[in-house]
């Protein structure tokens, strides 16, 4: 999926999905901007000149890309629990995020082969790029779900324990839905709904 649908050159838009295609591939470390410029259809010169060196075109690229799926996974969150108001609506929210958060999702599946190769190679990368890149995507999209936590605490349909703010229950319903994906696959005879729904009962009580 290309990052971009606004007014964005063309010129930029090509280089950044090349280079985000590079780095997802090949690392940090061992990206070429001479490959990235191939990819992107521009030359060398061009990304030195407008990025000055291959750590801020980097910085760029995973910027634009966790914009990118930031926009997606906000309106996950938005869609499954922003129009829950009551103890009904509020199981059905939560089945809904669990079973859409570990659904493999083809427009992001570069980003996350690019957030793979930087957790691989992340002591060569520069910090102010890896700072850029959980402002723009992760802490967005923790910040989203903690809202949406407490509206519904607000609302008397969560408790929070007395030590767990809403930011920290956030990350915790985000690590068991991953987590649900990799290890409470659906037991014999059970059909995902069913899965998804143990799974997000479990975040409830959590």
Do not use: M
Not at 66 to 90: E, F, K, P, T
Not at 152 to 169: H, Q
């Amino acid at each position: 999926a290309r990052l971009f649908t606004d007014e964005t050159s063309l010129k930029v838009r090509a280089l950044l999905d090349g280079a985000v295609s590079v780095f997802a591939e090949d690392g940090y470390s061992r990206a070429s901007i001479d490959k990235i410029a191939r990819c992107a259809g521009v030359s060398s010169r061009t990304i030195y000149n407008r990025y000055g060196s291959k750590a801020g075109l980097f910085r760029a690229a995973i910027v634009a890309s966790a914009q990118h799926v930031a926009d997606l996974q906000v309106g996950i969150v938005r869609d499954c629990l922003g129009a829950v108001g009551d103890q009904s609506g509020l199981r059905h929210g939560l089945t809904a995020f669990a079973r859409a958060w570990d659904t493999p999702d083809p427009r992001t599946a570069r980003h996350f082969a690019l957030v793979r190769q930087v957790r691989a190679d992340v002591e060569h990368i520069p910090s102010d790029a890896l700072a850029a890149w959980q402002e723009a995507g992760p802490r967005r999209v923790q910040a989203e779900i903690a809202a949406q936590i407490d509206r519904l605490a607000g609302l008397g349909l969560l408790v929070l324990p007395g030590t767990v703010d809403a930011w920290t229950a956030a990350a915790h319903l985000v690590a068991l839905a991953v987590a649900g994906a990799n290890t409470h696959r659906s037991r014999p005879g059970e059909d995902g709904e069913a899965d998804a729904r143990r799974r997000a009962e479990a975040a409830v009580h959590t």
